[in-house]
């Protein structure tokens, strides 16, 4: 209380104020300067590995948001051939449930995150905007394998060797 009198609490305050001023910044340049993302990151898409499909719809029905849509045929050998499949970006929530539910891991999430757009209808993604391709790189969510080939993760603090 009597030091506090003497002004000791606004010199507390100004210490915590030099503290900061005198750090490296822990914020970045977006979009010159970009992070590498969790390698098991949700992004704002989805991707599909059409060599790995059977067709067999359990993505489609897992769907909480009903937002695939898979239009199939008999191919010649019996199989089934994907004829359509569309996601809708602007109702899917990320959940990854068609992933996880995937028996034939043909379904992943996207690292993508930039797809602003003015017009809702180019959210919904078809069978070549979902298909395996160069800019498409697939998430580690629910798949370990994909994971262990990913980068690691920036942390803007990281406690064992300091500030990026
Ligand atoms: S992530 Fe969830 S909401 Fe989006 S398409 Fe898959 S199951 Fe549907
Ligand atoms: S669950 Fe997998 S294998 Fe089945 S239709 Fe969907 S993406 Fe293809």
Redesign the pocket.
């Known amino acids: 209380m009597k030091f506090e009198r003497y002004g000791l609490g606004i010199a507390k305050g100004l210490m915590v104020t030099l503290k900061h001023l005198f750090r490296r910044p822990i914020t970045v340049q977006y979009p010159e300067e970009r992070l590498v993302v969790s390698r098991r990151f949700r992004g704002n898409e989805l991707v599909?590995?059409p060599g790995?499909?059977?067709?067999?719809?359990?993505?489609?029905k897992?769907c909480p948001q009903g937002e695939?849509e898979?239009v199939?045929s008999r191919g010649e050998g019996g199989d089934w051939v994907?004829e359509r499949?569309e996601i809708d970006l602007g109702h899917c929530m990320f959940c990854g449930l068609?992933v996880e539910?995937?028996?034939?891991?043909?379904?992943f999430m996207g690292m993508a995150y930039e797809r602003s757009t003015y017009r809702r209808g180019e959210l919904i993604l078809d069978k070549e905007a979902l298909s395996l391709g160069p800019g498409r790189q697939p998430s580690g969510y629910f798949r370990p394998e994909v994971e262990a080939q990913l980068p690691r993760q920036t942390l803007l603090v990281d406690r064992k060797e300091g500030y990026i």
């Open positions: 599909w590995d790995r499909c059977t067709g067999c719809g359990t993505c489609a897992s695939i898979l199939t994907v499949l068609c539910s995937c028996p034939f891991d043909a379904l």
